[in-house]
């Protein structure tokens, strides 16, 4: 099977813009999380997508949504970007559900640079 | 709600000795385990993962992790590192529908 795979892999913004992201998850997995990676904070969850549902949020601002797909793939938008949303965003999908195995797949990330 | 700690940030050690990554979370009803690594400019790779049955899990390249749930930990541990083992651990736990990482911990093998 395809990993799970984002786009695009690196992007450079300026303050005030806004941005989305993209993420393939692996095929049949219909859960999709999005997080956020910073040095020194780790991987703070931004939200999950399941059978198009957001079902659980994270602690960030309004600026920060998303929504998927019913092929499963999901977008992340940030509108009115600030300087502090430089950092690596992951994707990752998994099988959660019964029978599924509940680990996460993570695709290589989206480097965004916001100047 | 779930929190993870991993207690040592950083954690530097030579090559060929043991090491041991900490890992603590605040509820034990019902978690699923997980050991996450991330290489340099990559995404995180699953290591090894904790569901169910015997409490020692081991993955393919030597780590192995031990689930206690009475202490609510499960440290990683190697008996010999390499310097290919260099990269950032994460420690995960799966609870109510929900994935909590923690911070991560930078292992530096030293030749």
């Known amino acids: 099977k395809a990993g799970v795979t984002q786009t695009p892999r690196y992007l450079i913004k300026t303050r005030g813009q806004q941005v989305t992201l993209s993420c393939s998850p692996i095929?049949?997995?219909?859960?999709v999380s999005w997080y956020q990676q910073t040095p020194g904070q780790g991987l703070q969850f931004l939200f999950e997508?399941?059978?198009?549902?957001?079902?659980n949020k994270g602690n960030f601002p309004g600026r920060f949504s998303g929504r998927q797909f019913s092929n499963s793939r999901s977008e992340m938008n940030v509108s009115t970007l600030e300087l502090g949303d430089s950092a690596l965003y992951l994707c990752?999908?998994?099988?959660?559900?019964?029978?599924?195995?509940?680990?996460?797949?993570f695709g290589p990330g989206t480097r965004l640079t916001v100047t | 709600a779930q929190s993870v700690t991993q207690l040592d940030s950083q954690v530097p050690v030579f090559e060929e000795a043991p090491v041991e990554l900490r890992c603590n979370y605040s509820?034990?009803?019902?978690?699923?385990l997980f050991w996450y690594v991330q290489y340099p400019n990559q995404g995180l790779q699953l290591l090894l993962k904790y569901l169910s049955g015997s409490t020692l899990v081991e993955s393919i390249n030597g780590f192995e992790a031990e689930f206690n749930k009475s202490q609510t930990s499960f440290h990683l541990r190697k008996p010999s590192v390499h310097i290919s083992d260099t990269a950032e651990y994460f420690c995960a736990v799966h609870t109510g529908n929900q994935f909590y990482f923690g911070t991560g911990t930078s292992l530096t093998v030293i030749p």
């Open positions: 095929s049949g997995h219909r859960s």
């Open positions: 990752a999908s998994s099988n959660t559900g019964t029978g599924g195995s509940y680990e996460q797949y």
């Open positions: 997508y399941f059978s198009e549902t957001q079902r």
């Open positions: 509820s034990s009803v019902s978690v699923y």
